[in-house]
């Protein structure tokens, strides 16, 4: 029974150490550059022997991805805590800025949809959004607890908006390196945004919007003609 369990530990140890390695190899590259076999190498491992832990290179990404996650959700919440009540303003900055200190989290969260939940075991699936829905009701509810005038539920939907917004000006903020230098000329600043920055506003706005909800009768005003 001894040997067992110092077999499972050790499994633990190895899997853990991959999953380090994983994050450490994805860094500010894109994911596609990243290969399997290039983990391996790093690991000390052969290729074969890493699909002993992870079936696919998204399975592997997913498990970064939910570490990633829970370091996340735990900063969060010792920031909030530790902040007390906060303005719409003060809570947008507190999460743009906690991002912008989880790099890996912001690279790997527009993936999870269109590449690392296609080409996955049910299990891995259930596993992480069991977690994740775990993860987002534990933190929804503090929000509602420090943020001002937050109704029921409405922590919850300002976590999933907020995973919403991530998705998208993280890939507009953060274009392909063959584009980089393109997006940098003068004739095209405007489009040039910061992740932080338009995270923090836009993520005011809507935390702003529903703490000051329309009357439920409320009808926009027609356009004059």
């Known amino acids: 029974m001894g040997q067992r369990a110092r077999k499972h530990e050790d499994k633990l140890a190895r899997r853990e150490a991959i999953l380090a390695v994983a994050a450490g190899a994805l860094g500010r590259r ?11 190498e790093q690991c000390g491992l052969a290729k074969g022997t890493l699909y002993l832990y992870f079936d696919s290179k ?5 498990a970064t991805l939910e570490l990633e996650l829970s370091a996340w ?3 969060l919440a010792t920031r909030m805590l530790a902040a007390g009540r906060m303005s719409a303003r003060g809570f947008a900055e507190l999460v743009a800025r906690s991002l912008g200190e989880h790099e890996t989290l912001a690279d790997l969260l527009p993936l999870l949809h ?7 075991r049910l299990e891995a699936a259930l596993r992480f959004k069991l977690m994740l829905r775990d993860r987002v009701v534990a933190g929804g509810a503090l929000v509602e607890q420090v943020v001002e005038r937050m109704r029921d539920g409405d922590g919850v939907r300002v976590l999933l908006r907020t995973h919403a917004l991530v998705v998208g000006l993280r890939q507009m903020a953060d274009p392909p390196p ?8 003068e004739e095209l600043a405007v489009l040039h945004i910061d992740f932080e920055t338009e995270l923090a506003d836009t993520l005011t706005a809507l935390v702003e ?13 027609r356009a004059r003609t």
């Open 58 to 62: 998204e399975e592997l990404f997913l």
């Open 178 to 185: 063959q584009l980089r230098e393109l997006l940098g000329r």
């Open 114 to 120: 269109t590449v690392l939940e296609q080409n996955i």
């Open 209 to 221: 919007g529903m703490q000051h909800p329309l009357p439920a009768n409320h009808s926009p005003a």
């Open 73 to 75: 959700f735990e900063h």
């Open 30 to 40: 894109q994911y596609a550059s990243v290969t399997m076999a290039e983990i391996a």
